[in-house]
């Protein structure tokens, strides 16, 4: 049976290298996926202003999802129906998180219910940010832009702190752990944003063909967007472990690490070798 396949993809660590943010090694497969009118949706902690950007250098015209699952963008008339009456840089937003400002109360209150030692990009210098991050000072600016949610840094694993995930929770909120940062977000996660995302696909196709979604991520951040999907798909990190709390019965995990191993992953699924 023919499919109407979309790809959700991570960003850092999965289509970019986690080092050079480079995307070079997955090129081939991705100029395979556009040839094939496949859509591929960034599925990211980054901000839209961040995603805007690197679609322009992947050449892309498809919708995205943006701090953790906080909000999805569309270019207007993407769909045949609006996805909402907000817009966001001239993209129609269907906010599904809570305002930064919301966000920063619930930061503010959490560190000093438990007296944490954490800093937030909302109190990050752009130059504090392009160290940790290792962005150009331009890049680090796009990323401390934050709409929806809070990146920050802490010297300790508050995501296996029960009172703090239960102080978390009571207001409406919720701490993901990515790769260099924790993140404070709405009660979403990227995986109710790619369930929202694929039925407006099916919903607004006119092809008669069932839809297939594949999901690839790298980190503990993405295994809400890898349940959402069919073919999920785990990325190696380059030290060559990969997240062990994630399982399903056709979970494909890379070799290779990083944009390599999302090329070998697209390769293996649709068996076709990409140049």
Known sequence: MNFNWIVFTDIDGTLLDNDSYSFAEALPAINFLLSQNIPIIPCTSKTHPEVIRLRQRLKLNTPFIVENGSAIFSPPKYFAEPIAPAVYSNFETLILGKTYQQILECFRDLRESFGLNIRGFSELTVEEIAKLTQLSPEEAELARKRFFSEPF???????ENDAVLS?????????LKGNRFFHLLGDTDKGKAVHI??????????????????????????IDLLAAVDQPVLVRKKDGTYVQNFSAENLYITRLPGPAGWREAIEFIFNQKTE
């Open 153 to 159: 840094v802490s010297t300790a694993d508050l995501t």
């Open 167 to 175: 102080f978390v929770r009571k207001r409406g909120c919720r701490l």
């Open 197 to 222: 995302l694929s039925k407006i696909y099916k919903e607004q196709s006119l092809s008669r063909r069932p839809f297939k979604t594949i999901g690839l991520g790298d980190s503990k951040n993405d």
